[in-house]
């Protein structure tokens, strides 16, 4: 595949991802701020503001916050750039769905001044966290998991 076809390919994943996001988180608040509720066992949704990044660290740090989330972006779309002869379109899918995920929560604090969370786990202890957060967590897992394989071959 040629490193325009890459490069395009990694493009339309992270506009799916952002756009999705984005609908979605948007679809939810507005929800959850005109009366709609919902709890199981497993999750409840619970609209809440988060200033701060994961595990609710450096709270109220809004523009070190997107300073990092652009260097983030910045360095990963570097990467895809540079490396389109050697990169995996799966890896071009996993650094779309994490660069979308960072987007998507960079998106709300510039917007907002904040993060909108609410998805919360019953079940455990866990904060409540967001489509961005998913989308983050889902990508570096895989990105971990795909290095991890590869050294060991």
């Known amino acids: 595949m040629s ?4 490069f395009i390919y990694f493009i339309v994943c992270y506009v799916f991802f952002i756009f999705t996001n984005l609908y979605l988180s948007n679809v939810l608040v ?12 497993v999750f409840s949704l619970n609209y809440i503001k ?9 709270q109220d740090s809004r523009e070190l916050l997107i300073i990092l989330s652009m260097i983030a972006l910045v ?3 570097l990467h895809v750039i540079n490396h389109l002869k050697s990169i995996s379109l799966k890896t071009c899918f996993y650094i779309a769905i994490l660069s979308a995920g960072i987007a998507g929560n960079l998106h709300e604090r510039i917007v907002y001044g904040f993060v909108r969370d609410y998805f919360h786990l019953n ?9 961005s957060d998913i989308l983050i967590n889902v990508g570096v897992i895989a ?3 795909m290095i991890l394989i590869k050294k060991t071959k």
Request: proline fraction near 5%; charge should be neutral.
């Open 3 to 6: 490193k325009a076809s890459k």
């Open 75 to 77: 360095l990963l779309f």
């Open 50 to 58: 988060n200033t701060g990044a994961a595990f609710s660290i450096l």
């Open 123 to 131: 079940f455990i202890n866990f904060p409540v966290f967001n489509i």
């Open 143 to 145: 990105l971990i998991i």
């Open 30 to 41: 507005d929800n959850l701020t005109h009366g709609f509720e919902m709890s199981n066992p």
